[in-house]
């Protein structure tokens, strides 16, 4: 399955216009400090992809904070991403007395910024934490109580459906952030998805970024998928494993059948990893062998050597 991350596809006026510099400057930086190398389609035009758009992004909002262009565009961009982040937190008020917050403050910090729709003030937050605990950390201690924390809300009346998307998107964004300043290409590769009637993508979100927090070459399909494409996915990457986030509780007879299937059809030397708040309520004993159901956010098995803490 060949991504289109790289698919040069954007002309110069849609890259001005998502990133906000202007096309003579998109050029200055190309042409002085080779900051993106864009093609060139049939007719002369350039066309840039989704990894040039990001990239412009960063380094625009870097430039802005008072960083030179000639000193960020010879960035990785794994670095120029890492500056970022700590220059967002550099300008994050701390707590009124000074004190570093902990995971629980954090939590509850967090939880408040989701009742007031203060989505920057969120993300701030959370790069925060990141930095200060670490990504496992922040993933165990943060994320996952932070998340239990926005559905006890839910449940309680105290979160409305606008508040609850909002919570989610932030922590999808920075998760996805922190999956591409961590990312080796080195490492086995997983493949991470939901199966057919599971539509809730943010825990398989939280298993990816634990997967390549620990080296792992995260593959990440999105949700509701058929096990027949799960396979082929599995085979056009060449997996190591492939893992899958349970989070409905309904129909989980329809989800152990599902997982059966997959695991019949994919390769025996392919591991296959369930995860995710309602794992724990499938039927362990009624599971083939070769099936690995995951608990929390452990390491995961067969980690690469010189994975990452």
């Given at each position: 399955?060949?991504?289109?991350?790289d698919?040069?596809?954007?002309p110069?006026?849609?890259?001005?216009?998502?990133t906000?510099?202007?096309?003579?400057?998109?050029?200055?930086?190309?042409?002085?400090?080779?900051?993106?190398?864009?093609?060139?389609?049939?007719?002369?035009q350039?066309?840039y992809?989704?990894?040039?758009?990001e990239?412009?992004?960063?380094l625009?909002?870097?430039?802005?904070?008072?960083r030179?262009?000639?000193?960020?565009?010879?960035?990785?961009?794994?670095?120029?991403?890492?500056l970022?982040?700590e220059?967002?937190v550099?300008v994050?008020?701390?707590?009124?007395?000074?004190?570093?917050w902990g995971?629980a403050?954090?939590?509850?910090?967090?939880?408040?910024?989701?009742l007031?729709?203060?989505?920057?003030?969120?993300e701030?937050m959370?790069?925060?934490a990141?930095?200060?605990?670490?990504?496992k950390?922040f993933?165990s201690?943060?994320?996952?109580?932070l998340?239990?924390?926005?559905?006890?809300?839910?449940?309680?009346?105290e979160?409305?459906?606008?508040q609850?998307?909002?919570?989610s998107?932030?922590?999808?964004?920075?998760l996805?952030?922190?999956?591409?300043v961590?990312?080796?290409p080195?490492?086995?590769?997983?493949?991470?998805?939901?199966?057919?009637?599971?539509?809730?993508?943010l825990?398989?979100?939280?298993?990816?970024t634990a997967?390549?927090l620990?080296?792992?070459?995260?593959?990440?399909?999105?949700?509701?998928?058929?096990?027949?494409?799960?396979v082929?996915?599995?085979?056009?990457?060449?997996?190591?494993?492939?893992?899958?986030?349970?989070?409905?509780?309904?129909h989980l007879?329809?989800?152990?059948?599902?997982?059966?299937?997959?695991?019949?059809?994919?390769d025996?030397?392919?591991a296959?990893?369930?995860g995710?708040?309602a794992?724990?309520?499938?039927?362990?004993?009624?599971l083939?062998?070769?099936v690995?159901v995951?608990?929390?956010?452990?390491?995961l098995?067969?980690?690469?050597?010189?994975?990452?803490?």
């Amino acid at each position: 399955m060949k991504s289109t991350h790289d698919t040069p596809r954007h002309p110069i006026r849609v890259i001005a216009q998502r990133t906000g510099l202007t096309a003579a400057t998109i050029r200055a930086w190309e042409r002085r400090y080779q900051a993106v190398q864009p093609t060139r389609s049939e007719g002369g035009q350039r066309l840039y992809s989704d990894y040039d758009l990001e990239r412009l992004g960063v380094l625009r909002e870097l430039t802005e904070g008072g960083r030179s262009i000639s000193m960020v565009a010879s960035l990785t961009p794994q670095d120029a991403t890492a500056l970022l982040m700590e220059d967002r937190v550099a300008v994050t008020p701390g707590t009124s007395d000074g004190s570093t917050w902990g995971p629980a403050e954090q939590v509850e910090q967090g939880y408040a910024r989701v009742l007031a729709f203060d989505a920057e003030g969120l993300e701030r937050m959370l790069w925060r934490a990141v930095l200060s605990l670490g990504g496992k950390t922040f993933l165990s201690d943060v994320v996952g109580p932070l998340l239990e924390r926005i559905g006890k809300g839910w449940v309680d009346d105290e979160v409305s459906p606008a508040q609850e998307h909002l919570g989610s998107e932030v922590v999808d964004q920075v998760l996805e952030r922190l999956i591409n300043v961590s990312r080796s290409p080195d490492g086995p590769s997983l493949v991470v998805t939901t199966l057919p009637g599971e539509r809730h993508g943010l825990g398989a979100r939280i298993f990816s970024t634990a997967a390549v927090l620990q080296g792992w070459t995260v593959k990440y399909l999105g949700t509701d998928l058929p096990v027949s494409e799960i396979v082929a996915a599995a085979r056009g990457v060449e997996a190591s494993a492939v893992a899958i986030s349970v989070v409905r509780r309904e129909h989980l007879d329809e989800t152990q059948r599902a997982i059966i299937a997959l695991r019949d059809q994919l390769d025996p030397s392919v591991a296959l990893l369930i995860g995710g708040r309602a794992a724990s309520l499938l039927a362990a004993d009624s599971l083939p062998s070769g099936v690995w159901v995951h608990d929390g956010l452990g390491d995961l098995p067969f980690p690469p050597s010189g994975a990452l803490t």
